[in-house]
T-cell receptor, first 111, second 114 residues
Framework: QKEVEQNSGPLSVPEGAIASLNCTYSDRGSQSFFWYRQYSGKSPELIMFIYSNGDKEDGRFTAQLNKASQYVSLLIRDSQPSDSATYLCAVIHTGRRALTFGSGTRLQVQP | DAGVTQSPTHLIKTRGQQVTLRCSPKSGHDTVSWYQQALGQGPQFIFQYYEEEERQRGNFPDRFSGHQFPNYSSELNVNALLLGDSALYLC?????????????FGDGTRLSIL
């Protein structure tokens, strides 16, 4: 079992719709959770981070964390074609300071 | 405010050679982590430097080594290059190795081994 699992996609949504990206993690010692966006051929760009159960909103993005279910998600409202990218979920475990990444979900926003 | 900078951008080497990649952290950051990203995969942690010492290491062989300088910049060295070392090498910086500190990535160095 991988430590961080994501559906590879592609997830295809129409422009203006809500995109929902999901991530599960296996280690209950995971304490902080991050979403990175990576365009093809580019490096990961941090878009959201969350530490506590519940929702955290920043503009069109909402991160949701449920530690009991070991589940973290990212919602993108009013999706735009420029949101088309791979979204990487990453966690930091209590005993480590390194990011453990999932393999990413490719999002395609159709104009 | 300067972000994380990496050099070189691209590099082509042959098997058996050695390579050195460089990273300057974001202004105000003191911790540097290195990651390797193969095509279609998420980044894999190589090691992390703080206060000029390697603090943590991922599952990479001793051919991968590093250094951190007093100005917090860092180098990643890879000896005896293998074809499988071809990847995007990413440097990320953060503050004080904090559990809740976000890591910010540079643009990466794309290493190709022939």
């Amino acid at each position: 079992q991988k430590e961080v699992e994501q559906n590879s996609g592609p997830l295809s949504v129409p422009e203006g719709a809500i995109a929902s990206l999901n991530c599960t993690y296996s280690d209950r010692g995971s304490q902080s959770f991050f979403w990175y966006r990576q365009y093809s051929g580019k490096s990961p760009e941090l878009i959201m981070f969350i530490y506590s159960n519940g929702d955290k909103e920043d503009g069109r993005f909402t991160a949701q964390l449920n530690k009991a279910s070991q589940y973290v998600s990212l919602l993108i409202r009013d999706s735009q074609p420029s949101d088309s990218a791979t979204y990487l979920c990453a966690v930091i475990h209590t005993g480590r300071r390194a990011l453990t990444f999932g393999s990413g979900t490719r999002l395609q926003v159709q104009p | 405010d300067a972000g994380v900078t990496q050099s070189p951008t691209h590099l082509i080497k042959t098997r058996g050679q050695q390579v050195t990649l460089r990273c300057s952290p974001k202004s105000g950051h003191d911790t540097v982590s290195w990651y390797q990203q193969a095509l279609g995969q998420g980044p894999q942690f190589i090691f992390q430097y703080y206060e000029e010492e390697e603090r943590q290491r991922g599952n990479f062989p001793d051919r991968f080594s590093g250094h951190q300088f007093p100005n917090y910049s860092s180098e990643l060295n890879v000896n005896a290059l293998l074809l499988g070392d071809s990847a995007l090498y990413l440097c990320a910086s953060s503050l004080h190795r904090g559990l809740y500190q976000p890591q910010h990535f540079g643009d990466g160095t794309r290493l190709s081994i022939l």
